[in-house]
Nanobody, 129 residues
């Protein structure tokens, strides 16, 4: 069982930055696909970014087109923590952000949220214009 706890959400004006963190308790060094998803009111959950990690080595990152060039996903295995650095925030980025983890080998993309086994509780990000 992997427990995920997000932090770092808040309110910011358009053009500002926030960094989200996701601490993984009882994290293993097996292969995992780690990802950030978000869900705005009245909308489906959508993938934001993903990163593959295996044996403590961080691999390929994938981003949704809507956040490319503005968001950066990273992982610090020494701290068992996943990050999402969000720059140049827009009002349309407003949502509850969730981190997710799934033990797997192979394809790791921020899609098919139903395929991710473990989820955090979510953290609210609000961007005002």
């Amino acid at each position: 069982q992997v427990q995920l706890v997000e932090s770092g959400g808040g309110s910011v004006q358009a053009g500002g930055s926030l960094r989200l963190s996701c601490a993984a308790a009882e994290y293993t060094r097996s292969a995992y696909c780690m990802a950030w998803f978000r869900q705005a009111p009245g909308r489906e959950r959508e993938g934001v970014a993903s990163i593959y990690t295996s044996g403590g080595v961080v691999g390929r990152t994938v981003y949704a087109d809507s956040v490319k060039g503005r968001f950066t996903i990273s992982q610090d295995n020494s701290k068992n923590t996943l990050y999402l650095q969000m720059n140049s925030l827009k009002p349309e980025d407003t949502a509850v952000y969730y981190c997710a983890a799934d033990p797997r080998f192979g394809i790791c993309i921020p899609q098919a949220s139903g395929d991710f086994r473990y989820w955090g509780q979510g953290t609210q990000v609000t961007v005002s214009s």
